[in-house]
């Protein structure tokens, strides 16, 4: 596996999946980014990662992170090409962003591997979103181009909705060449347990995850102005980092929330992220829409939802497509005082707060890990036979 990220914390779909074909009897290496002393070269789990001591930087604006994108892939591809010479790899998945990074497969390829493109975002939609450009502007243009290029290189593509699985198959991807594998909680971490639910007297909101402008936490923390004064012992954790956290602290301290607020600049380990997550008594998700958004299902989401904690989140498209009105609080994107409101109602309503995990149980029911995870599996051995190329018979749904 190739992944332009630390590992194992930062990216738990790459550690999930890394996870279940160990526990099919299959090696597995990773190769991801170095982060201050770590080892080059280490296993965690029964999982060979090799690091690359590549910096990496969310700040950079476009040009500094296509340049970090491509040294990255040079390294890659040295490294790749060095261990497959070695230890003659059969299958080769890269994640993205970028969607690139696929090219550092061209030997292993070219020697018979077969490649797998896990696309967890779409770049297109990503930069739009981030660099707030135009789908038809001529940078998105070319990621479109670099997209479809990266696609008919790999044999297999995987994405994580069944909606972004629908824009790429209008994109030109041949349906049977694209599944759908779902950001769902390992239920192995993420089990409900009493001990450690939250006893202290205080209604605590949780937020957890990448921290950036679109995922709308500064409309969070104007919304918690207006929620303290109904709720004197209101707090709010937020745990994770990424380019928006320093504008977060600011924003914190000039509304005078210091004593609401609680930030820890870390991603947590999966091992430890339920029983932290269980120590809240609300999931907030309260994205801004925009094109990138409104095709995102958000992990954190479902992770609140397997572990029974009610959620708020911000009407989307593609959230409104798996859960309604009935499991999820819904407030329209980027409204502080209707989010104020809705964590004021859950706070004064808690059979709301129960009919909402109740009825969000039938989502746990329907999606979980336990059997995508096999059907991952499948997938991976079946398309390393050389007569299931295109293995439309497994295709995740």
Same mark, same amino acid.
């Given at each position: 596996?190739?992944?332009?990220?630390?590992?194992?914390?930062?990216?738990?779909?790459?550690?999930?999946?890394?996870?279940?074909?160990?526990?099919?009897?299959?090696?597995?290496?990773?190769?991801?980014?170095?982060?201050?002393?770590?080892?080059?070269?280490?296993?965690?789990?029964?999982?060979?990662?090799? $690091?690359?001591?590549?910096?990496?930087?969310?700040? $950079?604006?476009?040009?500094?992170?296509?340049?970090?994108?491509?040294?990255?892939?040079?390294?890659?591809?040295?490294?790749?090409?060095?261990?497959?010479? $070695?230890?003659?790899?059969?299958?080769?998945?890269?994640?993205?962003?970028?969607?690139?990074?696929?090219?550092?497969?061209?030997?292993?390829?070219?020697?018979?591997?077969?490649?797998?493109?896990?696309?967890?975002?779409?770049?297109?939609?990503?930069?739009?979103?981030?660099?707030?450009?135009?789908?038809?502007?001529?940078?998105?243009?070319?990621?479109?181009?670099?997209?479809?290029?990266?696609?008919?290189?790999?044999?297999?593509?995987?994405?994580?909705?069944? !909606?972004?699985?629908?824009?790429?198959?209008?994109?030109?991807?041949?349906?049977?060449?694209? !599944?759908?594998?779902?950001?769902?909680?390992?239920?192995?971490?993420?089990?409900?347990?009493?001990?450690?639910?939250?006893?202290?007297?205080?209604?605590?909101?949780?937020?957890?995850?990448?921290?950036?402008?679109?995922?709308?936490?500064?409309?969070?923390?104007?919304?918690?102005?207006?929620?303290?004064?109904?709720?004197?012992?209101? $707090?709010?954790?937020?745990?994770?980092?990424?380019?928006?956290?320093?504008?977060?602290?600011?924003?914190?301290?000039?509304?005078?929330?210091?004593?609401?607020?609680?930030?820890?600049?870390?991603?947590?380990?999966?091992?430890?992220?339920?029983?932290?997550?269980?120590?809240?008594?609300?999931?907030?998700?309260?994205?801004?829409?925009?094109?990138?958004?409104?095709?995102?299902?958000?992990?954190?989401?479902?992770?609140?939802?397997?572990?029974?904690?009610?959620?708020?989140?911000?009407?989307?498209?593609?959230?409104?497509?798996?859960?309604?009105?009935?499991?999820?609080?819904?407030?329209?994107?980027?409204?502080?005082?209707?989010?104020?409101?809705?964590?004021?109602?859950?706070?004064?309503?808690?059979?709301?707060?129960?009919?909402?995990?109740?009825?969000?149980?039938?989502?746990?029911?329907?999606?979980?890990?336990?059997?995508?995870?096999?059907?991952?599996?499948?997938?991976?051995?079946?398309?390393?036979?050389?007569?299931?190329?295109?293995?439309?018979?497994?295709?995740?749904?």
């Amino acid at each position: 596996m190739l992944v332009h990220s630390t590992y194992p914390y930062e990216e738990t779909r790459v550690q999930r999946q890394a996870d279940v074909l160990v526990e099919h009897g299959h090696d597995v290496d990773v190769i991801c980014l170095r982060r201050g002393t770590e080892p080059s070269v280490e296993f965690v789990d029964g999982i060979r990662v090799l $690091r690359i001591p590549v910096r990496r930087d969310k700040k $950079r604006g476009a040009l500094g992170q296509f340049i970090e994108y491509l040294v990255f892939g040079f390294f890659a591809f040295v490294l790749m090409t060095r261990m497959h010479l $070695r230890r003659r790899y059969d299958v080769v998945q890269v994640h993205n962003l970028p969607d690139f990074l696929v090219f550092a497969a061209f030997v292993p390829r070219l020697t018979g591997s077969r490649i797998i493109l896990d696309l967890h975002d779409l770049m297109p939609e990503f930069y739009c979103a981030k660099f707030q450009s135009s789908m038809s502007s001529l940078p998105v243009r070319l990621i479109a181009l670099q997209e479809r290029l990266s696609c008919a290189f790999a044999h297999h593509i995987i994405t994580v909705t069944e !909606s972004w699985r629908q824009t790429l198959i209008q994109r030109g991807v041949p349906p049977p060449k694209c !599944s759908v594998v779902m950001n769902l909680a390992d239920l192995r971490y993420f089990q409900r347990d009493a001990s450690s639910i939250n006893s202290s007297g205080k209604f605590r909101l949780v937020y957890h995850g990448q921290v950036t402008r679109r995922y709308g936490l500064d409309v969070l923390l104007q919304a918690l102005v207006r929620v303290r004064k109904e709720i004197p012992n209101v $707090r709010l954790t937020i745990h994770g980092g990424g380019e928006f956290m320093d504008n977060v602290c600011a924003l914190v301290q000039s509304l005078g929330l210091e004593e609401t607020v609680a930030l820890h600049r870390e991603f947590l380990p999966v091992t430890d992220l339920g029983r932290f997550i269980m120590a809240h008594d609300v999931g907030i998700v309260p994205y801004r829409r925009d094109v990138f958004t409104d095709g995102i299902l958000p992990t954190k989401l479902l992770e609140y939802v397997a572990l029974e904690l009610p959620v708020i989140a911000a009407r989307t498209p593609t959230i409104g497509a798996y859960f309604d009105e009935n499991m999820v609080e819904f407030f329209e994107s980027e409204n502080v005082e209707e989010l104020a409101q809705r964590i004021v109602y859950l706070f004064n309503h808690a059979e709301r707060r129960q009919e909402l995990v109740h009825n969000s149980s039938c989502f746990n029911s329907q999606f979980n890990w336990t059997s995508q995870r096999e059907k991952y599996a499948r997938l991976v051995e079946h398309l390393n036979d050389r007569q299931h190329s295109q293995p439309n018979e497994i295709s995740i749904k």
